[in-house]
T-cell receptor, first 112, second 114 residues
Framework: QQQVKQSPQSLIVQKGGISIINCAYE??????FPWYQQFPGKGPALLIA???DVSEKKEGRFTISFNKSAKQFSLHIMDSQPGDSATYFC???????????WGAGTKLIIKP | DTAVSQTPKYLVTQMGNDKSIKCEQN?????MYWYKQDSKKFLKIMFS???????INETVPNRFSPKSPDKAHLNLHINSLELGDSAVYFC?????????????FGSGTRLTVV
């Protein structure tokens, strides 16, 4: 019940296309859902996050869609660029718990 | 002006040795973490300290021992290194449970045990 399941494991998208990464969770007590972006040789960095009281959050080309009833959330990258090539992690946490529950990561490659 | 800095960046050592990884943050955060990232990129939390108090202590071998001398530092000492300890270790920090500010990660320490 503590897991966050992320798919796909890897994704190849043409430049200019839409990249979509999905995550599903079981624990309805989760109340914070961030996405992190990790470039090779670097640590993960917070990209965008959402709370379950909204269904969508957009920051530039990055959008989180949240479906509370289905217990799913997804990251959409519009007009994907080669510089977006990275590993993306979804995560979830609840209340004042300091511990994030992480997805397994998606390696995204944007082909020029 | 690095926010979370780890040293060393690379560490190659023989089985059985003892090694330490140091971490410092200059963000004024009160919570620090150690994560292990394996070859498949899976992130596993190991420890977390809040204001120098251990708050998360996941199931890791007791060969791993964290130490937080103050809020800005969290070091990781590893005794009797084994081949399976080879991984990238990340230090991170956050401001308490203010998740909307996220975690700030260091650039990692790649540990190779031979």
């Amino acid at each position: 019940q503590q897991q966050v399941k992320q798919s796909p494991q890897s994704l190849i998208v043409q430049k200019g296309g839409i990249s979509i990464i999905n995550c599903a969770y079981e624990n309805t007590a989760f109340d914070y859902f961030p996405w992190y972006q990790q470039f090779p040789g670097k640590g993960p960095a917070l990209l965008i996050a959402i709370r379950p009281d909204v269904s969508e959050k957009k920051e530039g080309r990055f959008t989180i869609s949240f479906n509370k009833s289905a217990k799913q959330f997804s990251l959409h990258i519009m007009d994907s660029q080669p510089g977006d090539s990275a590993t993306y992690f979804c995560a979830a946490s609840k209340g004042s718990n300091y511990q994030l529950i992480w997805g397994a990561g998606t390696k995204l490659i944007i082909k020029p | 002006d690095t926010a979370v800095s780890q040293t060393p960046k690379y560490l190659v050592t023989q089985m059985g040795n003892d090694k330490s990884i140091k971490c410092e943050q200059n963000l004024g955060h009160d919570t620090m973490y150690w994560y292990k990232q394996d070859s498949k990129k899976f992130l596993k939390i190991m420890f977390s300290y809040n204001n120098k108090e251990l708050i998360i202590n996941e199931t890791v071998p007791n060969r791993f021992s964290p130490k937080s001398p103050d809020k800005a530092h969290l070091n990781l000492h590893i005794n009797s290194l084994e081949l399976g300890d080879s991984a990238v270790y990340f230090c991170a920090s956050s401001q308490g449970d203010r998740h909307h500010y996220g975690y700030t990660f260091g650039s990692g320490t790649r540990l190779t045990v031979v």
